[in-house]
């Protein structure tokens, strides 16, 4: 069992940067892949990112956010990180971390564990 917590959400305005984390707890974190979601009002949940279980050059990154956002993860503090740069207005939505033994990065259902989610804003 595997319990994931974000941090970090808030208001910010259109430029601005924001870090979400995800701590997770047990001692397993580090042979998860780890999955970052988003999920706007009115719409479905749609990928954002990922990092496998070992990150360094394993990360995969939905389109609309290659190259404003970068994922991380630190196995000792069982932790992984999303860092938002250049924050749309688009970008508003509930965002949630995930961890699965799989990597098949984009479809929720391979995601066995899910965090509650944390709030971006992005002001125009």
């Known amino acids: 069992q595997v319990q994931l917590v974000e941090s970090g959400g808030g208001l910010v305005q259109a430029g601005g940067s924001l870090r979400l984390d995800c701590t997770a707890s047990?001692?397993?974190?580090?042979?998860?892949?780890m999955g970052w979601f988003r999920q706007a009002p009115g719409k479905e949940r749609e990928f954002v990112a990922a990092?496998?279980?070992?990150?360094?050059?394993?990360?995969y990154y939905a389109d609309a956010v290659k190259g404003r956002f970068t994922v991380s993860r630190d196995n000792a503090k069982n932790t992984a990180y999303l860092q938002m740069n250049s924050l749309k207005p688009e970008d508003t939505a509930v965002y949630y971390c995930?961890?699965?033994?799989?990597?098949?990065?984009?479809?929720?259902?391979?995601?066995?564990?899910w965090g509650q989610g944390t709030q971006v804003t992005v002001s125009s």
């Open positions: 047990g001692r397993t974190f580090s042979s998860y892949a």
């Open positions: 995930a961890a699965s033994r799989l990597w098949v990065v984009a479809k929720t259902t391979s995601y066995a564990y």
């Open positions: 990092i496998k279980w070992g990150g360094g050059d394993s990360t």
